[in-house]
């Protein structure tokens, strides 16, 4: 979308795709910072090589701000260079908190926004902040999401869901405390070209990896799983039987499966089957 057409909507409005990408990157990657009365600040920062993301956020921001480069020691490297966007504006950050943007720490308590929002594109974000795309060593394709987040986990598991079929349950691991989510092969394919569509708004070296995705062909004698996907009648005797155990019986699905279709069916998570 040009420059000029963007300036026609409100700032932060999340159903305009390069909104809802920003905010997921920023739910992800940014820091809301108080300082003394109303002072405070918004910022974001990423390795140098992807300043012209940033120059993009300042595009995107009818509020002055600044974006700064710096080199320092770190524990993965001695010499690493950064790029980082700042802004200060009392009207942009309570913007941006009121959406779900906490002050302060915030990894295990951002959700989705409650209202409406460009899913793809604010997934996008949220992934090219704290995930991954291309192949893994043997060669093959994925996509992945680390994040301490449960409702930022569940929300990708339930759009992959309804975009591929495949179904995650998601747990944390006992090491870090985080969820680890990962999809390969053609679902990796699928969800890629879903979320890094033509012309979006994203980190250049991701779209390329995504971009690659679709070269990959399975190769032959490497077995195909498949995925079935919830029906309505499903739905209703899952919640008729009210237990994972005796409904996997009927339904002919794995107790685990079925277990986890009640839990979403009962939070919400998906929709029961009057409300579709």
């Keep these: 979308m040009a420059d000029c057409e963007l300036i026609a909507h409100q700032f932060m ?4 795709p390069e909104y809802a990408y920003m905010f997921g990157f920023l739910q992800a990657d940014g820091h809301l910072q108080r ?3 109303q002072k405070g600040k918004l910022s974001v920062e990423i390795n140098a090589r992807d300043v012209e993301l940033l120059r993009k956020f300042q595009k995107l921001t009818p509020y002055y701000s600044s974006i700064t480069e710096r080199t320092r020691s770190t524990n993965f490297a001695e ?11 009392l009207e942009a950050r309570t913007k941006v908190n009121e959406l779900g943007l906490p002050y302060g720490p915030k990894s295990k308590t951002i959700s989705p926004p409650s209202g409406a929002f460009s899913s793809r594109d604010y997934l996008r974000g949220i992934i090219d902040a704290d995930g991954s795309v291309g192949y ?22 339930f759009y992959a869901r309804e975009l591929t079929g495949t179904e995650r349950n998601i747990k944390r691991n006992e090491r870090d405390d985080i969820y680890n989510i990962c999809y390969w092969k053609e679902q990796a394919q699928e969800l890629a070209a879903d979320l ?15 971009d690659s995705l ?12 498949t995925h079935r996907r919830w029906k309505t009648w499903e739905d209703r005797v899952l919640l008729e039987h009210s237990d994972a155990a005796s409904a996997a019986v009927e339904l002919d699905r794995t107790v685990q499966s ?13 929709p029961k089957p009057d409300d579709k």
Aim: charged fraction near 15%; include cysteine.
């Design 214 to 225: 679709a070269l990959w062909v399975r190769p032959a004698g490497m077995k195909v799983m």
């Design 258 to 270: 079925c277990s986890l279709r009640l839990w979403r069916l009962r939070t919400g998570r998906a």
């Design 196 to 210: 890094y569509y033509p012309g979006c708004l994203s980190l250049q070296r991701k779209q390329t990896a995504a």
């Design 13 to 16: 409005d999340l159903t305009v």
């Design 79 to 89: 010499s690493h260079n950064s790029a980082a966007w700042t802004v200060c504006s």
């Design 136 to 157: 893994t060593k043997p060669g093959l394709p994925f996509i992945s999401l680390t994040t301490a987040s449960t409702d930022i986990a569940a929300y990708l598991c």
């Design 35 to 37: 300082g003394a009365g």
